[in-house]
């Protein structure tokens, strides 16, 4: 089956250094990934939305210059936490849709767990 | 507004046990579609099942059962004699045709089931 896979599974970083985390789609193409972040015994909240070749949609309240979102092919976004901080501490997940936009199947990474010191 | 509510935010149950986590959920859509995944201590989200809106039977998965009701906007998820490998959160979610279908989850339930 379709399976999307996240580099790195674990990150630990220094504050103000800059993190990235890759969401690959491993046999499919995705037009449309998604970005959700979830903190300890939390739900995942929608950060942005990724599409190939175009800008991302990022959700209200998530900063578009700190969280920068690349969808540069149709098997690979990437997330890049810039200037990271602790408090940006936390376990990131991607997704991505095969197929159709309104049918398609959504698939999950196995998720990125970031730590700032 | 909260579109996806799981009010349960922790149950814990014996070994072989039926267990019920409840999800209510709100839309103006006609089409949308519904979901469940676990969520083990290691992280990973693991897809449980899709219901679309216009498919309103129940489905059974051998000890997995879900009750879709739209009448009372509901999508219960039973798990019928459970066993210590079903801890884990369960995360409800909603995807919408009008907002490009992007999840939108519920706060999860914590499920314990000692032996």
């Known amino acids: 089956g379709a399976v999307v896979s996240q580099h790195p599974s674990r990150v630990i970083c220094k504050s103000g250094t800059s993190v990235k985390i890759e969401c690959r789609s491993l046999d499919f193409q995705a037009t449309t990934m998604f970005w959700y972040r979830q903190f300890p015994k939390q739900s995942l909240m929608l950060m942005a939305t990724?599409?190939?070749?175009?800008?991302?949609?990022?959700e209200q309240g998530v900063e578009k210059d700190k969280f920068l979102i690349n969808h540069a092919s149709l098997t690979l976004s990437t997330l890049t936490v810039t200037s990271a901080h602790p408090e940006d501490s936390s376990f990131y997940i991607c997704?991505?849709?095969?197929?159709?936009?309104?049918?398609?199947?959504?698939?999950f990474g196995e998720g990125s767990r970031l730590t700032v010191l | 507004a909260q579109k996806v509510t799981q009010a349960q935010t922790e149950i814990s149950v014996v070994e072989k046990e039926d267990v019920t986590l409840d999800c209510v959920y709100e839309t103006r859509d006609t089409t949308y579609y519904l979901f469940w995944y676990k969520q083990p201590p290691s992280g990973e989200l693991v897809f449980l099942i899709r219901?679309?809106?216009?498919?309103?039977q129940n489905e059974i998965s051998g000890r997995y059962s879900w009750n879709f009701q739209k009448s009372t906007s509901s999508f219960n998820f039973t798990i019928t004699a459970s066993q210590v490998v079903d801890s884990a959160v369960y995360f409800c979610a909603l995807s919408e045709a009008r907002y490009g279908n992007k999840l939108v989850f519920g706060a999860g339930t914590i499920l314990r089931v000692k032996s």
């Open positions: 219901r679309n809106s216009f498919d309103e």
């Open positions: 990724s599409n190939e070749g175009s800008k991302a949609t990022y």
């Open positions: 997704s991505a849709r095969e197929g159709q936009p309104n049918t398609g199947e959504l698939f």
